[in-house]
């Protein structure tokens, strides 16, 4: 269960969503200095854009995560269509691979997570854009966030009370350490005050919780509702208690499709953006959420539509903002772990100009 888990959000602590570029019939690529197609005409079937004049293929290698959200449902909606987009899903063996040919180009559009060994890879020269949201908790129903064993829900009521238990955690130089650290500090109280536990896999945390082997853990949905229906544990708090802007996972670009495809990176976005707002729309607003459901089903591992009324689903921002002075903080504390070697670039490395471009276009999500 752990590996199909691990698929299905976005926490395996290693870059997931991959989009891959290939061509049916790939238009010319401007230079940077040519002028981008941005006219705006209601009279087109986009509603905004004119399609590209040649189809374009983007093959998204992603693997059932619930943060590529956006893609699925733009695709199913026909959204990538409008624009003459045409996709197609694949995925990497590794994100070892990944990094590399998305500087290179080979790969257009990735979704990955903050962790020491990604900012690594870019302060040691692999070119990638940070360009916008994959994924955040939403405040109250927070996906990633701690649980406690039900034998311990008259023992730890309050984050103080974590002294001395048992806490598992998948990884230290990670977002699941940035997240860790934040609630130990809520709770004042430092790793000294309790007994951290590192396990990989996040389904083998359920049997430790029911065992008693462990006394809470940074879990994720859909793990968190299985395991509240079978009374093994309780949601504990909220993560947005103490760390209410962590920027989870990311959407990043290659160099070469921000700068010289232009045209096809700006109605990817809209594109993306639009199947990222009628998530929302079905998920906060409550409309036309059974039809965003079936298309969840289809493209990831939670195949019962009864358990998306259950589970506290992944936050996707409907304008595609980040949490950037969050994504410092994370990086500031693995650098004080050590974990980093080099220099990390923000202003090199992220690049919102695609994503501002595409929000311009659509007006401001409401």
Same mark, same amino acid.
């Given at each position: 269960?752990?590996?199909?888990?691990?698929?299905?959000?976005?926490?395996?602590? #290693?870059?997931?969503?991959?989009?891959?570029?290939?061509?049916?019939?790939?238009?010319?690529?401007?230079?940077?200095?040519?002028?981008?197609?941005?006219? #705006?005409?209601?009279?087109?079937?986009? *509603?905004?854009?004119?399609?590209?004049?040649?189809?374009?293929?983007? #093959?998204?290698?992603?693997?059932?995560?619930?943060?590529?959200? +956006?893609?699925?449902?733009?695709?199913?909606?026909?959204?990538?269509?409008?624009?003459?987009?045409?996709?197609?899903?694949?995925?990497?063996?590794?994100?070892?691979?990944?990094?590399?040919?998305?500087?290179?180009?080979?790969?257009?559009?990735?979704?990955?997570?903050?962790?020491?060994?990604?900012?690594?890879?870019?302060?040691?020269?692999?070119?990638?854009?940070?360009?916008?949201?994959?994924?955040?908790?939403?405040?109250?129903?927070?996906?990633?966030?701690?649980?406690?064993?039900?034998?311990?829900?008259?023992?730890?009521?309050?984050?103080?009370?974590?002294?001395?238990?048992?806490?598992?955690?998948?990884?230290?130089?990670?977002?699941?350490?940035?997240?860790?650290?934040?609630?130990?500090?809520?709770?004042?109280?430092?790793?000294?005050? =309790?007994?951290?536990?590192?396990?990989?896999?996040?389904?083998?945390?359920?049997?430790?919780?029911?065992? +008693?082997?462990?006394?809470?853990?940074?879990?994720?949905?859909?793990?968190?509702?299985?395991?509240?229906?079978?009374?093994?544990?309780?949601?504990?708090?909220?993560?947005?208690?103490?760390?209410? %802007?962590?920027?989870?996972?990311?959407?990043?670009?290659?160099?070469?499709?921000?700068?010289?495809?232009?045209?096809?990176?700006?109605?990817?976005?809209?594109?993306?953006?639009?199947?990222?707002?009628?998530?929302?729309?079905?998920?906060?607003?409550?409309?036309?959420?059974?039809?965003?459901?079936?298309?969840?089903?289809?493209?990831?591992?939670?195949?019962?539509?009864?358990?998306?009324?259950?589970?506290?689903?992944?936050?996707? %921002?409907?304008?595609?903002?980040?949490?950037?002075?969050?994504?410092?903080?994370?990086?500031?504390?693995?650098?004080?772990? *050590?974990?980093?070697? *080099?220099?990390?670039?923000?202003?090199?490395?992220?690049?919102?100009? =695609?994503?501002?471009?595409? #929000?311009?276009?659509? *007006?401001?999500?409401?």
């Amino acid at each position: 269960m752990g590996k199909w888990v691990k698929r299905l959000l976005v926490i395996p602590l #290693v870059l997931i969503a991959m989009v891959i570029t290939g061509c049916t019939e790939k238009s010319t690529s401007p230079t940077n200095n040519a002028k981008v197609d941005n006219k #705006v005409s209601k009279e087109n079937k986009s *509603g905004d854009l004119a399609p590209l004049k040649k189809k374009t293929k983007v #093959v998204i290698a992603e693997d059932g995560a619930a943060s590529g959200a +956006g893609f699925y449902i733009a695709n199913e909606k026909g959204y990538f269509a409008d624009y003459n987009i045409e996709v197609e899903f694949a995925q990497f063996a590794n994100s070892d691979d990944m990094l590399p040919a998305l500087a290179a180009g080979e790969v257009d559009i990735a979704g990955g997570i903050s962790t020491a060994s990604f900012f690594n890879a870019i302060a040691q020269g692999i070119d990638v854009k940070i360009v916008g949201d994959k994924g955040h908790n939403m405040p109250g129903k927070s996906y990633f966030t701690f649980v406690i064993g039900n034998k311990m829900k008259n023992v730890i009521k309050d984050y103080p009370d974590f002294k001395g238990k048992k806490i598992a955690i998948s990884s230290r130089n990670s977002i699941d350490g940035y997240i860790y650290q934040l609630m130990l500090k809520h709770a004042g109280l430092t790793e000294k005050d =309790v007994k951290t536990v590192i396990m990989n896999d996040f389904g083998s945390m359920l049997g430790a919780l029911e065992n +008693g082997s462990i006394d809470a853990a940074l879990s994720i949905e859909p793990l968190i509702a299985q395991g509240v229906s079978k009374g093994i544990l309780t949601r504990f708090g909220d993560a947005t208690d103490f760390a209410p %802007d962590s920027q989870i996972a990311l959407v990043l670009a290659s160099p070469k499709f921000m700068k010289d495809e232009k045209d096809v990176s700006l109605r990817f976005m809209l594109a993306y953006l639009k199947g990222v707002r009628d998530y929302n729309d079905a998920f906060t607003k409550g409309e036309g959420k059974a039809e965003i459901v079936n298309i969840m089903t289809k493209y990831t591992a939670l195949k019962d539509p009864a358990l998306w009324d259950k589970v506290y689903v992944t936050g996707l %921002d409907p304008d595609g903002k980040m949490r950037i002075d969050d994504i410092k903080k994370q990086y500031e504390m693995y650098k004080a772990n *050590g974990a980093t070697q *080099g220099k990390f670039d923000f202003n090199k490395a992220i690049d919102t100009s =695609v994503t501002e471009e595409a #929000v311009k276009i659509l *007006g401001n999500y409401k």
